[in-house]
């Protein structure tokens, strides 16, 4: 039987894959693997069905976003670098949020702290609202808040 509960994309961009090997002095030990075990534990918890996913390609997350709006899923996106410049991205980004889907941006760091380029993103203007610099909790502060706009 088809589930009824919210459903909700966690969209990750490039080098998230890389997590546990790439600079984890910022980005920790843990993997994209481990978040994607993590992410459905909180969603199950939270009453949202939950799935995250990776990709270092712009076209293949932009058809993610497209998904999500067609499919009715809210989004939990962290763009990584495609935040700072990818107005492909934005734009899709920004038809989950015309359609009345939510969508938090969301980061690892706190791009506000470290070096300038990354003090702009081109998602925040149009997200829901923004979770940065806790690390894995990020995400998990972002579904909560899913959960409580929805009401799950
Ligand atoms: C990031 C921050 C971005 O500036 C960076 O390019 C990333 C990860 C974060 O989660 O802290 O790849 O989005």
Known sequence: MASALPRVLVLNGPNLGRLGVREPE??????????????????????????ARQTDGESEIVGWLHEAVDAGAHVVLNPAAFTHYSYALRDAAAQVTTADLLLVEVHL???????????????????????????????????????????A
């Open 109 to 151: 760091s706190n791009p506000a702290t470290r070096e300038s380029f990354r003090h702009y993103s081109v998602v925040a203007g149009i997200a829901t609202g923004t979770v940065a610099g806790f690390g894995f909790d990020s995400y998990r502060l972002a579904l909560s808040a899913i959960a409580g706009k929805l009401g």
């Open 26 to 51: 910022i980005y920790g030990h843990a993997s994209m693997a481990d978040l994607e075990i993590a992410a459905a534990r909180w969603g199950a918890e939270l009453g949202l069905e939950v799935e």
